[in-house]
């Protein structure tokens, strides 16, 4: 089945950047999309953004939009999230995950309950 594996996290002051990998392993031709999301402590899961594996689209967050670009490179099978003037209350864990294969490109990807496969997460600290 398919296996995601983030890296990249870390501790950074506030307006800083961070560049988040997701490696994807296991891919099949069917796969179309992977997300972003992350969880604060005591709060629930969030939508980061999302990016089909074979056209630009993407969507963003509310929460992060003009901040976070996401972007892939399918040859290494790799999501990137790019996030800049980052805030103390980005602190959180973040994940990235895969629908079932044949999900349709959608607003349904910015839901936590579309997918199946999800990654261990990686922490991402912003200090004041």
């Known amino acids: 089945q398919v296996q995601l594996a983030e890296s990249g996290g870390g501790l950074v002051q506030a307006g800083g950047s961070l560049s988040l990998s997701c490696t994807v392993s296991?891919?099949?031709?069917?796969?179309?999309?992977v997300g972003w999301f992350r969880r604060a402590q005591g709060k629930e899961r969030e939508f980061v953004a999302a990016?089909?594996?074979?056209?630009?689209?993407?969507y963003y967050g509310e929460s992060v939009k003009g901040r976070v670009t996401i972007t892939r490179d399918n040859a290494k099978n790799t999501v990137y999230l790019q996030m800049n003037n980052l805030k103390p209350e980005d602190t959180a864990v973040y994940y990235c995950?895969?629908?079932?294969?044949?999900?349709?490109?959608?607003?349904?990807?910015?839901?936590?309950?579309?997918?199946?496969?999800w990654g261990k997460g990686t922490r991402v600290t912003v200090s004041e």
């Open positions: 995950a895969a629908p079932p294969g044949g999900t349709p490109w959608g607003t349904s990807l910015m839901f936590p309950s579309i997918y199946d496969y």
């Open positions: 296991r891919r099949t031709a069917s796969s179309t999309a």
């Open positions: 990016t089909g594996w074979t056209d630009g689209r993407r």
